[in-house]
């Protein structure tokens, strides 16, 4: 069983920037490929991006690539969404992911998210 916490949502202006985390605790936090995936108001739900188990490969949906670094603290069990140059579009409530097929899922694992809303 894996427990995932989000943190670090908040509201910014279009341009600004913010830094999800998501701790994680229960098993082997190694053991598992990440991801985050975001859903915005009367929408379904999206995937922004993905990192493996070692950290050494990432993926990201077309619109974040540039703006969003995915990373990852094996040591810390935590993982990291670095979102820069941020825009209103990007409002959502963002939501780690663990356990899965990377780089999309399936997820076994969810955290319940963190709210992000970008003003314009």
């Known amino acids: 069983q894996v427990q995932l916490v989000e943190s670090g949502g908040g509201l910014v202006q279009a341009g600004g920037s913010l830094r999800l985390s998501c701790a994680a605790s229960g098993r082997t936090f190694i053991s598992y490929s990440m991801g985050w995936f975001r859903q915005a108001p009367g929408k379904e739900r999206e995937f922004v991006a993905a990192i493996s188990r070692s950290g050494g490969d990432t993926n990201y949906t077309d619109s974040v690539k540039g703006r969003f670094t995915i990373s990852r603290g094996n040591a810390k069990n935590t993982m990291y969404l670095q979102m820069n140059n941020l825009r209103p579009e990007d409002t959502a409530v963002y939501c780690c992911?663990?356990?899965?097929?990377?780089?999309?899922?399936?997820?076994?694992?969810w955290g319940r998210g963190t709210q992000v809303t970008v003003s314009s």
């Open positions: 992911a663990a356990g899965g097929t990377y780089p999309f899922g399936p997820y076994g694992y």
